[in-house]
């Protein structure tokens, strides 16, 4: 019986194991989905929707460096960092000049 108990106290931990497993999984697959699309494709979805929205900002304000600001603008509207990137932080914004 005290093997029972024994048991018992590492069911637990093999449970977080599988899901430990089971969530490396997903990580594996989802890259491996991502490097397995085609170029034009892979752009379309992780790119070009930021990078339009960049080139609209840029056509609206004419700033002077065009390429500093859409670079401001695309670190600052990052999907995958956040608010919180070192532009933010540092409470400077893009140029509208």
């Not at 969530?23 to 085609?38: C, D, E, G, M, Y």
């Not at 960049?54 to 695309?74: F, H, I, M, T, W």
């Amino acid at each position: 019986m005290a093997d029972a108990a024994g048991d018992a106290s590492k069911e637990p931990s093999t449970q977080d194991n599988v899901k430990s497993a089971e969530k490396a999984a997903v990580n594996i697959q989802k890259r491996l989905t991502s490097h397995a699309l085609p170029i034009r494709q892979y752009l379309e979805s992780t790119v070009v929707p930021l990078l339009m929205q960049g080139l609209q900002s840029l056509c609206k304000e004419r700033p002077e460096d065009p390429v500093e600001y859409l670079a401001n603008y695309l670190l600052q509207h990052n999907p995958k960092k956040g608010p919180a990137g070192p532009a933010a932080a540092s409470g400077t914004a893009v140029k509208q000049e």
